[in-house]
Each structure stands twice: as structure tokens, then as C-alpha cells.
């Protein structure tokens, strides 16, 4: 008996701009979502707070846009029983990061220095989460995980 079920929602493609000063982080984006089964296009927007053990600088801006390059690992899964769509939301949530980038200091023909690894839960007792991995820009290097607070909204 699987705990889990797999949505025909996927990630298509995200976008997300931050600031992070010492250990805190805080900053929005958006996941753009498709179904599968019926084309219908979701695009869900977040913002977040949060904190994490990084290494490197003790700024940093980031980037990411529509264009750079990032999937989802799998489609959303949602606790058996639920569904998913955009009678969720608002919710908050959290986004656990893994996140590595050179920054400016990389070589000139690597674009995108950063890559990060993220599973978004949705709801504070979450029903759903979706995996996935983006490419992103920033100014300077720095590595390591977070978790962030977030409010997802459409």
C-alpha cells in the first residue's frame, strides 16, 4: 500500500531571485507547473525565509530565470487520498536546498555556476512535494544546505 501517489503535475521550468546575508536567506520565485493529462498550466509562486550552513561569502546575490535550465526529478506527489491543483493554495510550506555556485569567479566559458538541489513541500503538515533541480547565477561562490519557510501562492 503506497503512501504516496504521483500527480500528472510536473515542473516545466522555475525562475527565483535571492539575497542572503551570513546564515540567513530569504527571497521569491516561481514553479511552472503542467498536467499531463490535461495541458492545464500552473504557476505557482512562492516567497522564503530562512536559514542554512553555507560556505563562502558572507553575501550574496542569486538568480534564476525561465531559461535556465532545470526539471523536476519526478512529477508532485501528494499523500494518498489527496489531490493537487490550485485549490491548495495559498499554503506555506518549506523548500529544503542543497546549493553550490562559483560565482563570478568562473571561467569564462561556464554559464551558470550554480546548481541546486530542492524538494518543496507543500502545506505546514505537508500533503505534497515535488523534487527538483535548477541551474542559477550569482555573484560570488559559496555551498551548503537550507531550509526555507515558505508561502506558496498562485
Request: aromatic share 14%; glycine share 14%; net charge neutral.
Amino acid at each position: 500500500m503506497a503512501v504516496l501517489e504521483t500527480t500528472p503535475w510536473k515542473l516545466e521550468t522555475s525562475e527565483e531571485s535571492s539575497v542572503s546575508v551570513l546564515f540567513f536567506g530569504w527571497g521569491g520565485g516561481s514553479l511552472y507547473l503542467t498536467n499531463d493529462s490535461t495541458n492545464e498550466k500552473l504557476k505557482l509562486n512562492y516567497v522564503f525565509g530562512g536559514a542554512g550552513l553555507s560556505k563562502g561569502t558572507m553575501i550574496n546575490l542569486a538568480e534564476s530565470l525561465t531559461t535556465d535550465p532545470s526539471g523536476g526529478f519526478s512529477n508532485v506527489k501528494v499523500l494518498r487520498g489527496f489531490g493537487f491543483g490550485s485549490y491548495h493554495f495559498p499554503c506555506f510550506g518549506r523548500i529544503h536546498v542543497i546549493g553550490a555556485t562559483a560565482g563570478i569567479f568562473q571561467p569564462s566559458f561556464v554559464s551558470h555556476s550554480g546548481l541546486s538541489l530542492c524538494v518543496a513541500l507543500f502545506g505546514v503538515v505537508p500533503f505534497g512535494g515535488l523534487a527538483f533541480w535548477g541551474r542559477f547565477n550569482s555573484i560570488l561562490p559559496s555551498a551548503g544546505p537550507s531550509v526555507l519557510g515558505c508561502r506558496f501562492y498562485i
